[in-house]
């Protein structure tokens, strides 16, 4: 046997989808096994201290060459709700619709702030783990490691960074008074929003990999849906407006995503508790958009990344 023949990759190896080693550089060739969702999040386990370095490094980097640093994650929801609040509630008007809370308390950039907080969950999520994919190819072309585990640490970078805003809501509430118990229901709602966030972000990596428009259009949708949602307006205003177009209302008033905003809102403005369906109906929803976009990127993400 040959010295070529000795470091030439076994074909039935390839076929397996195994390490392939070849001089000093391991690369990766797709894995059939590898095409469900239990399979490859037993894989991203095995790795979990991979994706707790990778999580680190991404934290570390976010700010890096900015005099701020993490500062801009106060700075941004902020000037965010500073900005919405000037262009909506007191040009618009839009705060004039607003329904009062308990104990008579109205405000529109506290309203704007309870639905900016689980949407932003949704939003953060699924566009870094969507662009995640790309960034990672040529890494794997030298060190093996599942593709999800990227997506993962990215996804876990990202929550910590929606955290953020998190306290920031919070504190905004309890600094006018208006805070009880029932703000709890932001977290279950902000996990509603990032397990969406990473099923769509991870579907849509893998067809971002083979066509750069759905980045794009992606962005787009965003900004479409961020006018489209009970973000900015009450769900209430939205009930018997659409004249000729009457189709268009429960597609935009009965969404999961708009039941999403107004179940973590409700919890914090309004100071309700969520009905058992409410809790079913988005446990359900979110899972299965994690797990089919899980199932969408496990089987294609292998074959993907070799084509690159």
């Known amino acids: 046997m040959t010295a070529t023949e000795r470091n030439s990759p076994d074909r039935n190896s390839l076929e397996r989808g195994s390490l392939v080693h070849s001089g000093e550089v391991t690369v990766f060739s797709s894995d059939s096994a590898s095409t469900t969702v239990i399979t490859s999040a037993r894989e991203a386990w095995k790795f979990r201290g991979f994706i707790s370095y990778m999580t680190k490094r991404e934290l570390r980097t976010t700010y890096m060459r900015s005099y701020l640093g993490w500062i801009w994650s106060l700075l941004n929801p902020i000037a965010e709700v500073a900005i919405y609040s000037i262009v909506f509630g007191v040009l618009l008007g839009i705060d004039r ?53 990227a997506a993962l640490s990215t996804a876990l970078s990202t929550l910590v960074e929606a955290g953020i805003l998190l306290v920031v809501v919070t504190a905004f509430f309890a600094l006018w008074g208006h805070l009880s118990i029932h703000a709890i229901v932001l977290l279950p709602a902000a996990v509603f929003a990032a397990a969406s966030g990473l099923g769509v972000g991870l579907a849509l990596s893998v067809a971002n990999s083979k066509y750069r428009d759905v980045s794009y259009l992606y962005t787009i949708g965003l900004r479409l849906a961020f006018y489209m949602l009970p973000i900015i307006w009450p769900l209430q205003t939205a009930t018997g407006r659409f004249g000729s177009t009457p189709w268009l209302e429960p597609i935009i008033t009965k969404n999961p995503f708009a039941a999403m905003i107004e179940f973590g809102r409700n919890g914090l403005l309004y100071m309700q508790w969520p009905s058992i369906g409410d809790w079913i109906y988005l446990s359900v929803f979110s899972s299965s958009v994690l797990v089919v976009g899980w199932m969408i990127f496990a089987r294609s993400s292998a074959d993907v990344a070799e084509g690159l």
């Not at 309870?114 to 060190?143: C, E, Y």
């Open 97 to 149: 619709e607003i329904p009062d809370a308990p104990n008579n308390f109205r405000s529109f950039p506290h309203f704007l702030m309870s639905g900016i907080a689980v949407w932003g969950f949704f939003r953060m999520v699924s566009s870094k783990v969507l662009s995640n994919f790309m960034a990672t190819v040529r890494l794997r072309r030298k060190l093996y490691f599942p593709p999800v585990a």
